[in-house]
């Protein structure tokens, strides 16, 4: 069973700092493109960021500018760092793994609270 595994959520005021990790099997790393989700309460699962093998990188236009995803292949670990974060960033934040044609991947979710 394919397990992805997030840390590095938290409570932070606004304006702080989060990096959020997510570690993940090398069969999967190296052949999937890795992205972070996230989910408010009464919200659907939006899109945050994503990075595929390459290095090619995908962000909502909400968090441009503030957060940025990047892929350690010696780890096989991704992250999402978090700048000059909002209140209304505040959300379940959730690991996945996808390729086309391929079952798609989770974690099990790390909750982000930006409050003062």
């Known amino acids: 069973q394919v397990q992805l595994v997030e840390s590095g959520g938290g409570l932070v005021q606004p304006g702080g700092s989060l990096r959020l990790s997510c570690d993940a099997p090398?069969?999967?790393?190296?052949?999937?493109?890795m992205g972070w989700y996230r989910q408010a309460p009464g919200a659907q699962r939006e899109l945050v960021a994503s990075i595929t093998t390459g290095g090619i990188t995908v962000y909502t236009d909400s968090v441009k500018g503030r957060f940025t995803v990047s892929r350690d292949s010696a780890k096989n670990t991704v992250y999402l760092q978090m700048n000059s974060l909002k209140p209304e960033d505040t959300a379940v934040y959730y690991c996945?793994?996808?390729?086309?044609?391929?079952?798609?991947?989770w974690g099990q979710g790390t909750q982000v609270t930006v409050s003062p």
């Open positions: 090398g069969s999967i790393f190296s052949i999937y493109t």
């Open positions: 996945n793994a996808r390729r086309p044609f391929a079952v798609s991947y």
